[in-house]
């Protein structure tokens, strides 16, 4: 009879998606909104997802075919691509919040949400490119429209810019070069700068997502973490008041939809916002669309004689034009050959040219980003490629030179000379205080090319010490903040060994000279700790994830409350995975802690509950105590601070 009445209601019911817990949930409820949408046909369904996809401005390269779409509705998926499943229930029952609760459980059940927490804003410009030409028009567009005093409507109507175009094709750059211009003409009291990773090669590297833009925007415009909003409306409206009467440029880079910019736009007059994208971002209807393409082939020829000047052009008169022309005009795979031009010193022009149509003719690239990255790839020295194939494979989104010094078992300065001179051939970029990060196509050739040359086990290995790396810096930091041991007696987080701060290959550490100083790494590294934390949680370092939820407690606690539950709760999920019950204790009792700073009393209180049945299952006193006093409300740092170095 039960069954039979589920039967009757999948057909008068909406299906709930907040009931399910697995991605097989998610299926049988995506087939029953099919059924309860008067059952259309796979082919039908496809047709209206390409239509709206198509209105949104995607290109038809992205468009799905009916069995892509069949695929949805099939059981025994390990996963599920998001923005389809999106659309399909979109298609199938228009109502926003209804598409809205789907898109939030599709994340939860995924796994995504955390690691679309994860992201890096910056105060500030990335450096301008010295060597920029071209985009004259374009350049001429941006200036009229983004220039207050030629805006339509004048200085009282917010202005924003989306710029799309194809992958390397120097979206972001023609982004940074506008801003730099108008920043010199009249200057602005701050810039915001974000990638959105929009289009990660790395499928565990989501769109971020625009409440952790906005944590990290509101921290910028001098918001203390505590103060910080909950929830994103709040933190739009808080984001959206503090550049009220400022002149801000905001830049929203790589951004993957309409959706995920429309919460970062500030709607204030005299802060102009530059958005990139892949994608025509037509669902912004108040925003200027600009479409970049690739250079002419007389820009391009012009680009590649200012990047490689004084190189002899040989027999061939022709020759720039055949560079250009196999590079397809895009001014990313320019940038990458003319530094192999320039580091080649003896070829001509002609020389270059005919290599690039040998490569090209011996069938193995076809693409002229992947031709130029080949190029520039095999005029490095061997351990300039181990760096490149093994940074890539580093889970946040950009590392220093003990980080790379981690990786490559070497010590740091080796390692920044390297990295300069990844730089140096664009194959990295470098931002600010010494840290580098990747273009996501250059990042997923080299991800391609560890594949190809790194034995599973050398890769391991390096991540292991990268991780022994964050692990042990991030323990000397936060004893240099409060050096007390707060969240466990000593057997429950185990003391690391003791790191030199150079002199050792792979595990040099930064000298860190006081509570200052530590604070700052913390601060600076705290996106790619909780990055750390979940790749280690998911790939097999269960270990490091639990000792890291430790380590970072008392420093998350200070107001970076969202970035606990993060962090917490891949130590519970890895303690899980590895039947380690004390560890997932611990993670239960901080992850309650952190629920109640965020006043969510109800799951801080079953978190709490859980750790304290467990305290009690082991026999774990110190735990148990520790839990109630924070059950009761009590002040557990005056409580039960113990002396790390009284307790050995």
């Known amino acids: 009879m039960r069954a039979g009445q589920q039967v009757v209601e999948s057909f ?49 390269g992205e468009l799905v075919g009916k069995t892509t779409v069949v695929d949805c509705f099939r059981p025994g998926r390990r996963r599920l691509k998001i923005d389809l499943v999106v659309a399909v229930v979109r298609a199938l029952h228009p109502d926003p919040g209804y598409v809205t609760q789907w898109q939030q459980v599709l994340q939860v059940v995924g796994g995504e949400t955390r690691a679309a927490a994860q992201v890096r804003v910056r105060a500030g410009l990335p450096p301008d490119l010295a060597g920029f030409t071209g985009r004259t028009a374009e350049m001429d567009e941006l200036r ?102 400022s002149r801000t440029l905001v830049i929203l880079d790589n951004a993957a939809d309409a959706d995920q910019v429309r919460p970062l736009l500030p709607e204030t007059p005299n802060c102009p916002v530059l958005v990139t994208s892949r994608r025509r971002l037509t669902g912004l209807p108040s925003a200027t669309q600009l479409t970049v393409d690739a250079f002419t082939p007389y820009e391009a020829v012009v680009f590649l004689s200012r990047a490689a000047p004084g190189t002899p052009v040989g027999r061939d008169p022709g020759a720039p034009a055949r560079i250009a022309q196999r590079c397809g005009h895009l001014p990313l795979a320019l940038v990458l050959v003319a530094a192999h031009i320039r580091g080649t010193p003896g070829w001509t022009l002609t020389d270059h040219a005919e290599r690039l149509d040998e490569r090209h003719h011996e069938g193995r690239l076809e693409v002229g980003i992947e031709l130029a990255l080949d190029l520039s790839y095999r005029h490095l020295s061997a351990e300039e490629r181990r760096l490149l194939r093994l940074a890539a494979a580093h889970p946040g989104q950009d590392l220093d030179g003990y980080a ?36 996501d196509l250059v990042r997923g050739y080299a991800l391609g090319r560890s594949r190809d040359e790194d034995p599973p086990g050398d890769r391991r290995d390096a991540l292991t010490r990268l991780f022994d790396f964050y692990l042990a810096t991030c323990a000397a930091a936060t004893e240099l903040l409060a050096p007390v041991e707060v969240v466990a007696p000593a057997e429950v987080v185990p003391p690391l060994p003791t790191l030199p701060t150079s002199g050792v290959p792979g595990l040099s550490t930064p000298v860190l000279s006081g509570p200052d100083a530590a604070r700052a790494w913390l601060d600076t590294e705290r996106p790619t700790l909780v990055a750390v934390a979940g790749y280690t949680a998911r790939n097999g370092w269960p270990g490091h994830t639990t000792r890291l939820s430790g380590s970072l407690f008392r420093y998350l606690d200070g107001g970076q409350h969202a970035d606990a539950l993060t962090v917490h709760g891949y130590a519970r999920q890895a303690a899980r995975r590895c039947g380690d019950l004390r560890a997932e204790a611990w993670a239960l009792a901080r992850l309650g802690a952190a629920h109640l700073r965020l006043r969510r009393y109800a799951p801080g209180a079953e978190h709490l509950r859980q750790a304290l049945r467990l305290f009690q299952e082991i026999g774990d006193h110190a735990g148990e105590t520790w839990t109630r006093n924070v059950r009761g409300g009590r002040n557990w740092h005056s409580r039960l601070v113990t002396n790390r170095r009284a307790t050995g």
């Open 12 to 60: 008068v019911a909406l299906p709930d998606p907040g009931r399910a817990s697995t991605l097989d949930d998610l299926v049988e409820r995506l087939r029953a909104l099919k059924v309860w949408a008067g059952d259309p046909s796979y082919e039908n369904i496809k047709d209206r997802v390409n239509a709206a996809w198509t209105e949104a401005g995607r290109p038809a």
């Open 144 to 245: 009229r429209t983004l220039c207050p005093e030629h805006a339509e409507g004048g200085v009282d109507v917010p202005v924003v810019v989306a710029i799309a175009g194809m992958a390397g094709v120097g979206k972001t750059q023609l982004a940074i070069r506008a801003g730099h211009l108008l920043a010199r003409g009249r200057p602005f009291d701050r810039v915001l700068f974000v990638d959105l990773r929009g289009f990660h090669p790395d499928p565990v590297q989501p769109p971020a997502d625009p409440a952790a833009v906005l944590d990290g925007f509101l921290r910028l415009l001098g918001t203390p973490g505590q103060r910080v909003p909950h929830d994103l409306p709040a933190r739009v409206a808080a984001y959206r008041d503090r550049l009220a009467g």
């Open 404 to 439: 790379a010094a981690a990786l490559t078992a070497t010590d740091p300065a080796t390692a920044r000379r390297r990295l300069d001179r990844l730089c140096a051939d664009h194959l990295l970029e470098q931002g600010a205080s010494g840290r580098y990060g990747f273009h």
